[in-house]
């Protein structure tokens, strides 16, 4: 059976394939599907079609595109449950389209962008990554990711974005689950526009925080704050984690150690440790990998990271190992209520 003979089914339909050849093409298509998504977010697709709907022309009028291209697209956009139509020429929003909305609480059209070059050119060299162990962004992008990113604003400003974006769904499934244990002082290390810890700020109203980070996401961390009623109790910090780490009772880690390789993270953490207060702790926030075999998220995040940078998802195990080389110990595991487990960590 040909690919053209077999019933197509694509990723993100309803319709469940058909056998292995069907799953198999759904998995050999599926970069089709994330294009079409992260386009669908770049030309705000559900804004157009939000309120009554809209059609290829009206679209392609207030996107600047070419008519006949926008039909085509909004008509692969009903394939996959993205749009409806019902005389063809009339493109209605779904649910599904809904969530790429721009004025939406938990939108997620930014996490939908981030899909964009910088992420899709390593990642169509994964063999490469797989083959040296090297992560294949610093062939691609020409610099480590994280360097290439401060000479490009606005792929920055999608990243930083994303993150945001990203916590905002987490930070109270987090804050669920994070005992703050009469800490006072929160420090939410390199943690952009300081949701998380802004979240714990305002269910505990004795609780100070700060954010350390680059610069250029102060701003961002100074806005949120006021739109959540803590500015009076929030810091901003500029600086580099791989240098210093300000003083708190609780150093707040979400999707940072999985950036970096053992020794580096060893290194944030006992800058860490030597900033805590007394008594202080290191909470750790990150997907845990665990066993082989097991669907899920975290082998394929585990990727994501082989290559775009020297770091890894890890397991408990691991995560034992690089705290007690930085003169920690884990003290507990907690699961939430999502994917992301807090590790607490305390001097050893």
């Known amino acids: ?70 039909f085509r697209f909004l008509r692969a956009c009903t394939s996959l449950g993205l749009a409806t139509s019902t005389d063809g020429e009339r493109f209605e929003s779904t649910s599904l389209l809904e969530t790429l909305r721009t004025d939406v609480p938990g939108s997620l059209r930014d996490l939908a962008l981030w899909s964009a070059e910088s992420h899709w050119l390593p990642w169509g060299h994964l063999a490469d990554a797989v083959r040296t162990g090297e992560p294949s962004a610093q062939a691609t992008l020409g610099a480590p990711f994280f360097d290439w990113l401060a000479g490009e604003p606005g792929e920055a400003t999608v990243f930083t974005n994303a993150m945001t974006a990203l916590t905002r769904g987490l930070a109270h499934q987090l804050a669920d689950v994070i005992d703050l244990n009469g800490a006072e002082t929160a420090v939410d290390v390199g943690g952009a526009g300081g949701n998380l810890v802004q979240t714990l700020m305002q269910r505990h109203p004795s609780l100070t925080g700060k954010v350390l980070d680059l610069a250029h996401v102060r701003d961002e961390a100074d806005a949120s704050a006021d739109a959540l009623g803590v500015a009076d109790r929030f810091t901003f910090v500029g600086g580099d984690f791989l240098d210093k780490v300000p003083s708190g009772d609780l150093h707040l880690l979400k999707f940072v150690l999985h950036d970096w390789d053992d020794d580096t993270c060893v290194r944030i953490l006992r800058n860490c440790r030597t900033s805590l207060n007394p008594a202080g702790r290191v909470l750790v926030m990150e997907l845990l990998v665990d066993g082989v075999g097991k669907p899920g998220l975290e082998p394929l995040m585990d990727l994501n990271m082989l290559t775009m940078s020297t770091g890894r998802e890890r397991s408990v195990a691991e995560f034992e190992a690089v705290f007690e080389e930085a003169g920690l110990r884990l003290d507990r595991v907690t699961p939430s209520a999502s994917l992301v487990s807090v590790l607490e960590a305390v001097p050893a």
């Open 1 to 70: 059976m040909t690919f053209f003979e077999h019933p197509f089914v694509a990723a993100g339909s309803s319709e469940p394939p058909v056998g292995d050849t069907g799953r198999m093409m759904q998995m050999i298509t599926g970069y089709w599907v994330t294009q079409v998504v992260r386009t669908a977010a770049e030309l705000r697709i559900a804004d157009h079609l939000h309120d009554g709907g809209a059609t290829a022309a009206q679209v392609a009028t207030a996107e600047s595109l070419e008519p006949g291209s926008a």
